[in-house]
């Protein structure tokens, strides 16, 4: 445990002197919330209608940016070498990463919900969105933190990870859409789409570390 936390701690840190992925993360995701802004009427019955998908659409296409950053900054300085000659397992390299693109995901998430209810007038104030969030940005961070580090080893990572990562998130963040709007429109997630995203979350908490195993091997 102690590796996980000392590799997320180091990222926290970098984060803090360089702000590469949170800003670039946050700044994808106001703007799509600003442009869909102009793009629709925002009355009360509208915004509950389109908030899910605007939400998490920012929150997805942020993510990728922010992900394609870390390990674009863990390859610039060789940072990925030096976790490879440590003496921990490459599991908790891999939880130490996820854990670090999951916390700067919360970060995007905490700034930007208050953000877009603001902009459209329309309060986000239900908890059921945070058992929702949690739930998805885990997926998210999980399976990205694991393609990126294989579009790392591509020449075109750019482009190879979101090719890689979004067939396979896809269900997770339908998840996520609908279970948002079932807790905007007052209905309850519970039924099917947060069990539907548990499974997923714990499906690929098990299977990435050991793909990330495999890869960083070969």
């Not at 360089?18 to 009427?41: E, P, R, Y």
């Not at 239900?126 to 058992?131: E, K, N, Q, R, S």
């Amino acid at each position: 445990m102690l590796a996980i936390f000392a590799i997320l701690w180091k990222d926290v840190v970098l984060e803090l002197r360089t702000k590469d992925i949170v800003v670039s993360a946050l700044v994808f995701a106001l703007l799509v919330i600003v442009v869909f802004n102009f793009a629709i009427t925002p009355t009360p019955q509208t915004v509950a209608f389109v908030a899910p998908g605007i939400l998490w659409t920012a929150f997805t296409f942020g993510g990728v940016l922010g992900l394609n950053r870390s390990i674009a900054l863990e390859r610039e300085s060789g940072g990925m070498h030096a976790l490879m000659l440590a003496p921990v397992s490459r599991d908790l390299i891999f939880f130490g990463k996820m854990l670090g693109s999951l916390l700067f995901m919360l970060l995007v998430e905490v700034i930007v919900f208050p953000v877009f209810a603001v902009l459209y007038n329309f309060s986000l104030l239900l908890p059921g969105l945070i058992p929702v969030a949690a739930l998805a940005t885990v997926a998210i961070a999980t399976i990205g933190t694991l393609f990126s580090a294989i579009a790392a080893n591509t020449r075109s990572r750019e482009v190879m990870l979101p090719l890689l990562f979004f067939p396979v998130v896809v269900p997770a963040v339908i998840a996520a859409v609908e279970a948002s709007t079932a807790v905007i429109q007052g209905g309850s997630p519970f039924d099917r789409w947060l069990p539907f995203l548990l499974a997923f979350d714990a499906l690929f908490l098990v299977a990435c570390p050991f793909a990330f195993h495999l890869i960083v091997e070969e």
